[in-house]
């Protein structure tokens, strides 16, 4: 026992060693701090993928559906397979994916607050935008795109990721007539 504790103090007042352990310590945070770092930069460039790939989508509907083709879903053939090759086109490719339900269509009015209304569905087209209280515009066609993509943190259990949800949404729209 009295051995254990001659050794102790010696250790105490011997100095060599403690900026290694400094330098451990400080480097342990440091690397926490850049692998978050790393994650979050790699989490946010998905995110400017996810939605370059839905502003590619709603392109494509507006590139293959001219004003012959609309309503865009019911009376234009080549509109889904446009979106779908479209959303595809970024680095993230088949792990984009097209929201069920879209691409929609329906003819949106512009309402008191500058906001879009949708005022009906693209088979029954009003005349007027009277039902938002702007009865003196005409009502236009839009068509959405919803994709979706899961986001996997690269350090599980390390970064803010991992406690952050990881389905990255985007929703585009573009006017057709």
């Given amino acids: 026992m009295k051995n254990l504790r001659t050794h102790l103090a010696r250790f105490r007042r011997d100095p060599s060693g403690l900026a290694a352990i400094e330098f451990a310590m400080i480097a342990g945070f440091l690397s926490i701090a850049v692998l978050n770092v790393t994650d979050v930069s790699i989490f946010l460039y998905d995110k400017l993928q996810v939605n370059n790939a839905t ?5 494509a ?28 086109s970024t680095s993230l490719g088949d792990a984009v994916k097209l929201t069920a339900g879209y691409p929609s269509d329906g003819y ?57 949800p990881t389905r990255i949404t985007s929703l585009a729209w573009v006017r057709l007539h």
């Avoid at 004003?67 to 509109?79: E, I, K, V, W, Y």
């Avoid at 005409?138 to 350090?155: M, R």
């Fill in 55 to 59: 502003q590619m989508g709603v392109q």
């Fill in 61 to 88: 509907a507006w590139a293959a559906c001219d004003l012959n083709h609309l309503p865009a879903t019911s009376r234009c053939p080549a509109m889904g397979a446009a979106v779908a090759a479209a959303i595809k």
């Fill in 108 to 164: 949106y009015c512009v309402n008191g607050s500058g906001s879009l209304q949708k005022v009906s569905e693209y088979d029954a087209p009003p005349t007027n935008c009277s039902a938002v209280g702007n009865s003196g515009t005409t009502p236009a066609e839009y068509v959405q795109v919803q994709t979706s993509y899961t986001y996997a943190p690269l350090f599980t259990g390390l970064t803010v990721l991992t406690f952050l």
